[in-house]
């Protein structure tokens, strides 16, 4: 065995299949959870719908390589996410765009408004909240601060338990200021739904006669890293080929430099007895209820049912045993990261990959482009 392999998300389970398939080696994939696809999982529930376990997952790229890679192991429908959000008694859309400036202000205002940006931004581009804000402008001034206090604010609160300024930019530029009228959550030129859900496209990705799969296994149990010496021993017999991981890097070094926080969430499925609930996939909750969304995934998988499911989202902070969703990115806390890494580089046997890995918040197209990458640069 050359290869062991911490995880079966996208980044374990892309660079099994590549090693599995291109190099012809053999691979054991540890997993602790008791089903393949981390958090992509999704399953049929009993009201015969697609839902995604550890919440909405939507396949967005503008990497045809990504697109044309994924393709071997799925048919797709074509889906284009959308989004609302409950401000003021009124769902208007998300990203905020040309589109909700009409439907929350007087048509006079919101002419003034469009007119604004435009002479200030090219149509199409996608402004920051924490960049309007930055505007001197007395009426661009007025639909930042609207913006910021109306979609970010509390929304951030609950999510992060923060100030949007006090995060990195990155995050609340996820969700910009859009300059025009696409209401689509995201541009990305490819966008769409596995036929048959997510989980699918990791079996056919793992159904290789080379690769071994070890559920319900926590790494801890079969591995145990020397990091003086720099040896790995699985069951207490030295392994000598690659560690691919892909769990929290803190916990691999028994938290030497101390916890790195994550957010994490309860997630609260519901049935509820008719045919459709909302008007689109995900409303975001900015500033009522404790959780952020409700996503319906009907819209997401069109299925034809009496019932609906929908999922409600309450943030919280992760705590040992809970599922580390997102790492919290502040500047003290990538340092932090920074000292793991450094001591993961100059070990040359582990190769790390992944959202909890790399403590960063990438998209399921990031991960994928980067297994893909690091099975070039290191591994081929
Ligand atoms: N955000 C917000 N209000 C919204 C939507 C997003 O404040 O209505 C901010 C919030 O800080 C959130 C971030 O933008 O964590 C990224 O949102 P995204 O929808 O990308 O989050 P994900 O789907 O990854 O949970």
Redesign the pocket.
């Known amino acids: 065995m050359k290869f062991i392999i911490i995880g079966a998300g996208f980044a374990g389970s892309v660079l099994a299949e590549r090693i599995a398939n291109t190099l012809n080696k053999k691979v054991l994939i540890i997993e602790k959870r008791n089903h393949i696809g981390g958090n992509c999982y999704d399953y049929k529930d009993r009201n015969g719908i697609i839902v995604h376990k550890y919440?909405?997952h939507?396949f967005h790229t503008d990497f045809k390589e990504v697109w044309d890679y994924l393709s071997n192991f799925t048919d797709w429908s074509i889906y284009h996410h959308k989004?609302l959000?409950f401000i003021d008694g009124k769902k208007v859309p998300?990203?905020f765009n040309f589109n909700t400036i009409e439907q929350l202000f007087p048509s006079t205002f919101a002419k003034k408004l469009q007119e604004k940006l435009l002479n200030r931004y090219q149509y199409g581009s996608k402004v920051p909240?924490l960049e309007l804000k930055k505007e001197k402008d007395e009426d661009l001034k007025f639909l930042a601060n609207f913006v910021y206090e109306k979609?970010?604010?509390?929304?951030?609160a609950k999510?992060?338990n923060?100030k949007?300024e006090d995060?990195d930019p990155e995050?609340?530029?996820?969700?910009p200021v859009f300059i025009g009228k696409d209401d689509r959550?995201f541009n990305d030129k490819y966008q769409a739904v596995p036929k048959e859900g997510y989980t699918k496209i990791f079996k056919n990705m793992l159904n290789n006669k080379n690769i071994k799969l070890l559920l319900n296994t926590d790494f801890k149990e079969v591995l145990q890293v020397d990091f003086e010496k720099k040896k790995i021993y699985f069951f207490g017999n030295e392994f000598k080929g690659k560690l691919i991981f892909t769990g929290m890097i803190d916990e691999l070094f028994d938290y030497r430099f101390g916890k790195l926080p994550y957010r994490s969430l309860n997630l609260k499925f519901e049935t509820i007895e008719k045919e459709y609930f909302q008007e689109v996939a995900?409303v975001?909750y900015?500033n009522d209820y404790d959780f952020?969304?409700i996503t319906e995934f009907k819209h997401i998988h069109p299925t034809k049912a009496d019932k609906t499911t929908i999922l409600k989202?309450y943030p919280k902070e992760y705590k040992e045993n809970d599922i580390p969703?997102?790492p919290v990115f502040t500047k003290e806390n990538r340092q932090k990261y920074n000292k793991y890494k450094e001591l993961v580089q100059n070990f040359e046997q582990i190769i790390p990959i992944g959202r909890l890995a790399d403590y960063r918040?990438y998209?399921m197209d990031d991960i994928i482009k980067r297994a893909l990458d690091i099975f070039e640069e290191k591994i081929r």
Do not use: S
């Not at 995050?171 to 969700?175: G, Q, S």
């Open positions: 919440g909405p939507l989004v959000a998300i990203p909240i979609v970010f604010k509390n929304y951030t999510q992060w923060m949007p995060i995050v609340t530029a996820r969700v959550y995900t975001n900015p952020t969304r989202e969703y997102y918040y998209n």
